[in-house]
C-alpha cells in the first residue's frame, strides 16, 4: 500500500544463501545488551534536542587524493606568535545546530524537473527559470516523541507550498500552522496547530523551487564543449558532506537513514540517472517533449549518499560475475576512454563481494565522468560520480600514473559501497572510519584486479610517509575528532582522516592478521547493515574475531591511535652488558620538539600501545619476524633473538607496518648504512625507503644528526628500485625548497645529478608503455625528470628538442604519455612567449581531462615573470580554466620559484573571491594555502603570513593557515641549525 512505511532494503542473497555465524549470534547478543546501554550514551553525548518555536564542507576521493605520482606534481620554532585568526575549534556543546530526533524520515518521495536551456522554459515555468528547478517532495515520518515541531534541513530553496497530514486521518486534515527558516542552522521549521502523537506516521508534502547554481555543490549545474563547438549542459549532484539540503528539504544527517523513491522529469534527448536502476521511462504529459523516469527504491541510506544526473551522456557496459548491471558513462567524445574503468569496476566489485562476504546490495552500478567536479569521486550508491581524469583512461594519450589513478580510485568509491554505504559512522566525527578504510582498502582491490603493480609496498610512498610529515605539526588532530558546524565537517575531509586512518588501519590488519581482520569486517558490516556506527562498534567485533587468536583487546589497542594526535619516536639502544638486547623507548614525535601541542582535543598522556617487529643480520627474517610489545610503556628491555652477533646491525618495523619512526643507536645506524654501500639489496626494498624518510625527518626534528641521515643517500647511484628513490626525492625535496634562496644550492645540484645520472642513463627516454613494468615506468619518470630539474644538459636537450619537434607538427605527439608532463614543463621553462602560447593552445584545444591536466601543470613552468601574471589571470577566466581547476593554476606557479611571489601576491590580493568561492572545499581551499606558502623560511616570510591572518576567518583551511605558521617556524630554525652544515656535507662529497 501507497502508506506502508515499510522499507525495501534491497539486499541480494548470495547463492550459497544466508547464514547466522556464531560471532553473529554473539553479537547479536552484544547489541540486545548494547541497547540499554547506547540510550544511556545517547542521553549523555548528545545536546537536548527537544524542539521549540525558539529554533534554536570537501575535495579528494570524497577526499584527499594520495601524494603519489597519479596527477600533476603535487607541492609537498621559537615561541609562537600571537594571532587574531579566528581558529576553528570544536563547537562547545550543547550545538543548536544539530536535529533532534523527535520526528524521524522513513521515506521520501521526491520529483525533480531540472531546466537547462532557455527553451525548457515553457508556459508550465514562467519568469526567468533557466539553471532552476522544480521540486516536489513527499516525506513519510514517524513521531517518536510527542511534538507540535518538525525540523529539517533546507538551504537555497524557495517553498511554495508545504502541508502536513496524519496518515490514518481520512480527511487528510492540513496540521501546519507556520513555518521558519533558520538561516543560521539551515533549519526549516514546521509548526503545527496540533500536538503530533508518538509512534504516530505523518505525511509532509512540500513543493518547491530550487537553484542549478555552479558552485559545484547540491544539485547545480556542468557544461563541455561538443566536436560541434557547442556548449553541452548537464545537472548533477554533490551531497555530502552537508548538501542535499540544497536539493531538497530533508534530515541531513548521517544517522537519519531512509529509502528514496525518486521521479525525474527531463528533456527527451537527454538520460536521468539516480541511485537506483531505472523501472519506467515514459512520456510526461504535461510537457511534450520531456520524459518522465521512475527509478527502484533505494536502499536504506543517509541523504548525502543521494545522486542524480541528467545529461546526454553515453555509456559502455557489462555485467560482474554475480549479476549486477555495470555501466561507465561519460560524454560523447570521450565514449573509447571508458573501457578500462569498466573492466577495473566489474572485476573489483566481485572481488570486494568475496572479501567482505556480503553481495552487493544494488541491481546497477552505474559510474560518470563528470566534466565539473570538486573532489576527486563521489561514493553515491549506485551511481558514483568522478572527476574525469579519476575515471577516463586512453591508453594512446594517457600515462602509467594516469591509469593507476582511474584504478585506485574506482577501488577507494567501490570499497565505500559497503563501508560507509552499507554501514554509515552515526556522526562525523568518524569520518576517517569511511574514507580511512577505504583508502586502506583501495590497495586490496588494486593488488587484485593489477597483481605486478605492487601496490601494498607503494602504500609506503603514497600515503604513509606522505601522512607521517603532516602528523608530526603539533597542530596536527586526532582521526576521531569531535565536529558539529558544516565548516567543522569540511576541514576533516584531510590527509590525516584518509592516510592516517588507512595506516593505522594496515597497522591493525599486520597486528591481528589478515584473516582475523577479514573475518572481523565481515561480521561487523553483517551486523550492522543498513545502519551506524562508531568507532568502538568496529573494535568489538575485531576483538571478538580476535578471540581465539591473539585475544587481544582491539579497542584499547586502537584507542591511543585514534584519540589523540600524532604517533610515538620508538628508540632502540644497544645495551652496553648485553649485545643481545636493547632498551626500547617511546615519545611523542614533533618535527618541532619546541612547537605546542594543540591539546583541545585531549590526549592519552602522549603514549602507544606499540607492537614492533625487529629481525638482525645474522637472522635477517623478513616475513615472520619477532615482535615485542610496549603496552603504553614509556620503556622496556627487549631481547633482539638469539644467534645475533656482536657486530650485527638489527633492523626494526620492518617492511614498516608500524605507524610510527624508528631511531638506533650511533652504532646501529654505522653498521646499517654500511650494509647500504655494500650491498643495499640484503634489506628489504621497503626498509630502504622507510631509513631514508625517517633518517631525514628525526633529522629535521633533532632526534638525530643531519650527518647520518645525508650518509644514507651514499649508495644511491647503485639503486635501482623505484621506492627507495621516491622516499629519497620526498625528503631531498625540503632541502631543495629550503636551498632556493641560499647558497648551498650549488653544491645539492652536483650532488643529485651525481646520484641520478646512473639511473637516468640507464632507463632514459626508451619508454614502452605496454611491455615495461610498471613501477620501472614510475622510477623512469622520477628519473627524467630529477635530471632534468636538477640541470642535465642531456635531458635538458631532449626534452626541448622533442617539444619543438611537437610545436613544428601539432598534428602528431611524438612524446610518450609517460614522459609528458617532464617534457612540456621544460620546453615551456627552456623557451620564451611561442613555446609558452603554444601550450597554451593545446591546453585550450585537449579535450582529455588528463591531458589538460599536464597543461595545467606546464604552464606554470615559464621562467618570465609576466607570463605566470598572465597565467594566474587565466584562473578566473571560466571560458579557459574550468572552476574545478582554477586553485591548480595558483598552486603550480607557487610551485615554480620563479611564480612563489606572484602567487603569494595573487592569493592575498584576491582573498575574498578565493574564500567566497572554494572556502567550503576543505581540499582546494586548505591545499591553496599549504602550496602558496611551504617555502616560506624566512622572518620576513613568517612576518607576512601572521599579518595575512590577522581578523580573517580561513573557514575550512582555518587548520591548513595554522599548519602553515607552524611550518614556517620550523623552516626558520631548520635554515639556522641545519642549513650550513648541509650544504658543507654536500660540498664535500
Known amino acids: 500500500m501507497d502508506h506502508e512505511m515499510g522499507i525495501d532494503d534491497g539486499k541480494k542473497k548470495k547463492s550459497s544463501g544466508m547464514y547466522c555465524s556464531n560471532g553473529q549470534i554473539f553479537f547479536a547478543v552484544l547489541v540486545s545488551a548494547g541497547i540499554v546501554v ?71 518521495e521526491l520529483t525533480l524537473t531540472p531546466y537547462l536551456y532557455p527553451e525548457d522554459v515553457g508556459d508550465t515555468a514562467p519568469g526567468d527559470r533557466r539553471f532552476t528547478f522544480d521540486g516536489e517532495v513527499n516525506i513519510h515520518a514517524k513521531c517518536h516523541e510527542v511534538t507540535d515541531m518538525i525540523t529539517m534541513h533546507i538551504n537555497n530553496i524557495t517553498i511554495h507550498t508545504l502541508k502536513v497530514v496524519k496518515m490514518t486521518d481520512s480527511s487528510q486534515t492540513d496540521l501546519l500552522d507556520s513555518y521558519s527558516i533558520d538561516e543560521n542552522y539551515q533549519f526549516l521549521h514546521l509548526k503545527l496547530n496540533t500536538m503530533m502523537e508518538k509512534d504516530e506516521d505523518y505525511e509532509i508534502f512540500i513543493t518547491y523551487l530550487g537553484e542549478l547554481w555552479n558552485g559545484l555543490a547540491g544539485f547545480y549545474r556542468s557544461s563541455y564543449i561538443n566536436e560541434a563547438g557547442e556548449e553541452v549542459w548537464l545537472a548533477t549532484t554533490q551531497m555530502q558532506a552537508t548538501d542535499a539540503r540544497r536539493a531538497l528539504p530533508c534530515w541531513d544527517e548521517p544517522d537519519f537513514r531512509a529509502v528514496f523513491d525518486t521521479t525525474i522529469r527531463h528533456r527527451a534527448d537527454m538520460v536521468a540517472l539516480s541511485n537506483s536502476i531505472e523501472t519506467s521511462i515514459t512520456d510526461w504529459e504535461a510537457y511534450p517533449g520531456w520524459k518522465e523516469t521512475v527509478y527502484k527504491r533505494t536502499p536504506n541510506m543517509p541523504t548525502y549518499l543521494l545522486a542524480f544526473v541528467v545529461s546526454d551522456f553515453v555509456y559502455t557496459e557489462d555485467t560482474t560475475t554475480n549479476g549486477v548491471l555495470f555501466r561507465v558513462w561519460s560524454r560523447p567524445g ?45 561514493e553515491n550508491w549506485g551511481l558514483i560520480l568522478y572527476r574525469e581524469t579519476a575515471l577516463l583512461y586512453d591508453p594512446e594519450v594517457n600515462s602509467a ?65 606522505y601522512v607521517f610529515t603532516l602528523d608530526a605539526l603539533g597542530t596536527s588532530h586526532p582521526v576521531r575528532v569531535p565536529v558539529n558546524s558544516p565548516e567543522e565537517i569540511s576541514e576533516i575531509f584531510d590527509t590525516i582522516s584518509y592516510s592516517k586512518g588507512a595506516s593505522i588501519l594496515r597497522m591493525l590488519n599486520w597486528i591481528l592478521t589478515e584473516e582475523v581482520f577479514s573475518i572481523g569486517l565481515s561480521e561487523y558490516l553483517m551486523l550492522h547493515s543498513y545502519g551506524n556506527t562508531d568507532s568502538d562498534d568496529l573494535w568489538a567485533a575485531l576483538t571478538y574475531a580476535d578471540r581465539d587468536h591473539g585475544g587481544r583487546d582491539v579497542k584499547k589497542i586502537m584507542d591511543t591511535w585514534t584519540l589523540q594526535m600524532g604517533y610515538p619516536l620508538v628508540s632502540f639502544d644497544r645495551l652496553d652488558s648485553d649485545n643481545t638486547k636493547v632498551n626500547v623507548t617511546q615519545k611523542h614525535f614533533l618535527i618541532n620538539p619546541d612547537s605546542p601541542v594543540e591539546d583541545k582535543y585531549g590526549d592519552l598522556g602522549y603514549v602507544w600501545e606499540v607492537e614492533v617487529s625487529h629481525t638482525h643480520k645474522s637472522e635477517m627474517e623478513f616475513d615472520d619476524p619477532i615482535r615485542s610489545f610496549l603496552a603504553r610503556e614509556s620503556g622496556v628491555v627487549v631481547d633482539l633473538a638469539s644467534g645475533i652477533k656482536t657486530d650485527d646491525w638489527y633492523l626494526a618495523n620492518v617492511k614498516q607496518y608500524g605507524y610510527y619512526r624508528i631511531n638506533y643507536d650511533a652504532e646501529n645506524w654505522e653498521r646499517l648504512t654500511a650494509q647500504l654501500n655494500a650491498d643495499h639489496t640484503m634489506l628489504p626494498v621497503e626498509n630502504r625507503a622507510q631509513l631514508i624518510d625517517d633518517a631525514f625527518n628525526m633529522a629535521r626534528s633533532g632526534d638525530l644528526d643531519q650527518v647520518t641521515a645525508l650518509a644514507l643517500t651514499n649508495y644511491l647511484d647503485k639503486e635501482t628500485e623505484y621506492l627507495p628513490w621516491d622516499a629519497t626525492l620526498a625528503v631531498m625535496a625540503y632541502i631543495r625548497d629550503m636551498f632556493s634562496r641560499y647558497s648551498g644550492y650549488g653544491p645539492l645540484e652536483k650532488y643529485m645529478l651525481e646520484k641520478i645520472t646512473p639511473l637516468y642513463q640507464d632507463l632514459g627516454w626508451n619508454d614502452d608503455p605496454i611491455n615495461d613494468p610498471h613501477l620501472e615506468q614510475y622510477n623512469r619518470i622520477n628519473a627524467v625528470h630529477t635530471a632534468c630539474f636538477y640541470g642535465l644538459e642531456d635531458c635538458r636537450q631532449t626534452a626541448s628538442m622533442l617539444y619543438h619537434e611537437y610545436m613544428g607538427n601539432a598534428s602528431v605527439n611524438p612524446i610518450t604519455p609517460n614522459l609528458k608532463d617532464i617534457t612540456y614543463c621544460n620546453g615551456i621553462r627552456e623557451g620564451g612567449q611561442d613555446e609558452w602560447e603554444f601550450g597554451l593552445e593545446r591546453y585550450q584545444i585537449t579535450t582529455d581531462s588528463s591531458e589538460k591536466s599536464k597543461w595545467l601543470y606546464a604552464l606554470a613552468c615559464s621562467q618570465e615573470p609576466w607570463i605566470l601574471s598572465r597565467y594566474l589571470e587565466l584562473a578566473f577566466d571560466d571560458s579557459v580554466v574550468r572552476r574545478q581547476d582554477a586553485t591548480y593554476v595558483i598552486r603550480y606557479t607557487a610551485d615554480n620559484y620563479v611564480g612563489r611571489a606572484l602567487a603569494w601576491d595573487f592569493t592575498r590580493a584576491n582573498w575574498d573571491k578565493l574564500r567566497e568561492d572554494f572556502g567550503g572545499s576543505s581540499f582546494s581551499f586548505g591545499n591553496l594555502i599549504n602550496d602558496v606558502t611551504q617555502h616560506f623560511n624566512t622572518e620576513f616570510d613568517l612576518e607576512q603570513l601572521i599579518e595575512f591572518g590577522v581578523g580573517r576567518d580561513f573557514g575550512s583551511a582555518t587548520r591548513a593557515y595554522e599548519q602553515a605558521i607552524e611550518k614556517t617556524k620550523i623552516n626558520i630554525k631548520w635554515m639556522q641549525e641545519n642549513a650550513e652544515e648541509v650544504a658543507q656535507w654536500l660540498e664535500d662529497q
Request: aromatic share 12%; hydrophobic share 35%.
Open 38 to 108: 547506547a540510550v544511556g550514551l545517547l542521553s549523555f553525548y548528545l545536546p537536548d534536542r527537544t524542539c521549540t518555536s525558539e529554533p534554536g564542507p570537501t575535495e579528494p576521493i570524497i577526499g584527499t587524493e594520495p601524494h603519489n605520482p597519479t596527477e600533476p606534481k603535487e607541492p609537498t620554532e621559537p615561541e609562537p606568535e600571537p594571532t587574531t585568526t579566528k581558529m576553528m575549534t570544536p563547537t562547545p556543546e550543547p550545538w543548536n545546530g544539530r536535529l533532534p530526533y523527535n520526528v524521524i524520515p522513513v521515506r521520501y
Open 334 to 378: 570521450a565514449k573509447e576512454a571508458q573501457a578500462y574503468a569498466l573492466d577495473q569496476g566489474t572485476r573489483q566489485t566481485t572481488y570486494f563481494e568475496e572479501y567482505f562476504d556480503i553481495a552487493y546490495p544494488l541491481e546497477k552500478q552505474d559510474m560518470m565522468a563528470i566534466p565539473d567536479f570538486s573532489a576527486g569521486a563521489m
Open 401 to 465: 600514473s594516469n591509469k593507476q589513478r582511474v584504478s585506485v580510485v574506482v577501488s577507494h568509491e567501490l570499497a565505500h559501497q559497503w563501508f560507509g554505504n552499507l554501514v554509515t559512522p552515526i556522526w562525523w566525527d568518524d569520518l576517517w572510519l569511511n574514507e580511512g578504510f577505504a583508502s586502506y582498502v583501495e590497495y586490496l582491490g588494486v593488488n587484485h584486479t593489477e597483481p605486478t603493480w605492487e601496490m601494498m609496498a607503494q602504500f609506503l610512498v603514497s600515503d604513509l610517509h
